[in-house]
């Protein structure tokens, strides 16, 4: 089972500022990774897959990068809508295991 | 438009029985492959189960395997998870989502979740 772990565990920061999410996994999945935004009381909302490609309706603030086993989820420029808790996810193999999660926060 | 309705959760006692279910409207339900995913309270997400859209194929959490079994009906638009054997850390809202074979690949919709309670 591929192991991904999410780094930090909590981001505090302002609305307006850059926020960078860290996910790595324990064995190299290509590109083979998502990033989902989940709001309090809704859904997982697909942001990006495959490392770097904004799903449809997604603001072009958000941002991947990464490959192998390092992936990183940039938000430009934090909007009030942005403060939620996002996972990772790979589709490398089975089982689809996500990560932790990281919680940006209003600082 | 897309949706996915899960329901059939409630409180059950350990070592019970429940049957969730997916009803889904406004694409073509069996063009798609399906999951479980389940959040349980305050916690992350946990992939469970997956079925391809012709059912053949089927994969399991090693968490529930032997325990829960997921099936869907093409012709009624419905996916389906059985568990059995319920123990106190299966409680958690189970979401039903839709999974892709083209871009974006991923779990592009989600339903709402319904909510499974083991408890005696």
């Known amino acids: 089972e591929i192991v991904l772990t999410q780094s930090p565990a909590t981001l505090s920061l302002s609305p307006g500022e850059r926020a960078t999410l860290s996910c790595r996994a324990s064995q190299s999945l290509s590109s083979y990774l998502a990033w989902y935004q989940q709001k309090p009381g809704q859904p997982p909302r697909l942001l990006i897959y495959?490392?770097?490609n904004r799903a449809t309706g997604i603001p072009a603030r958000f941002s991947g990068s990464g490959s192998g086993t390092g992936f990183t989820l940039t938000i430009s420029s934090l909007e009030p809508e942005d403060f939620a808790v996002y996972y990772c996810q790979h589709r490398s193999n089975w089982p689809r295991t996500f990560g932790q999660g990281t919680k940006v926060e209003i600082k | 438009e897309v949706q996915l309705v899960e329901s059939g959760g409630g409180l059950v006692q350990p070592g019970g029985s429940l049957r969730l279910s997916c009803a889904a409207s406004?694409?073509?339900?069996?063009?798609?492959?399906m999951n479980w995913v389940r959040q349980a309270p305050g916690k992350g997400l946990e992939w469970i189960s997956y079925i391809s859209s012709s059912g053949s194929t089927i994969y399991y959490a090693d968490s529930v395997k032997g325990r829960f079994t997921i099936s869907r009906d093409n012709a009624k638009n419905s996916l389906y998870l059985q568990m059995n054997s319920l123990r106190a850390e299966d409680a958690a809202l189970y979401y039903c989502a839709r999974e892709v074979i083209l871009p974006p690949y991923n779990f592009d919709s989600w339903g709402q979740g319904t909510l499974v309670t083991v408890s005696s």
């Open positions: 495959d490392a770097s």
């Open positions: 406004g694409f073509i339900f069996s063009n798609y492959e």
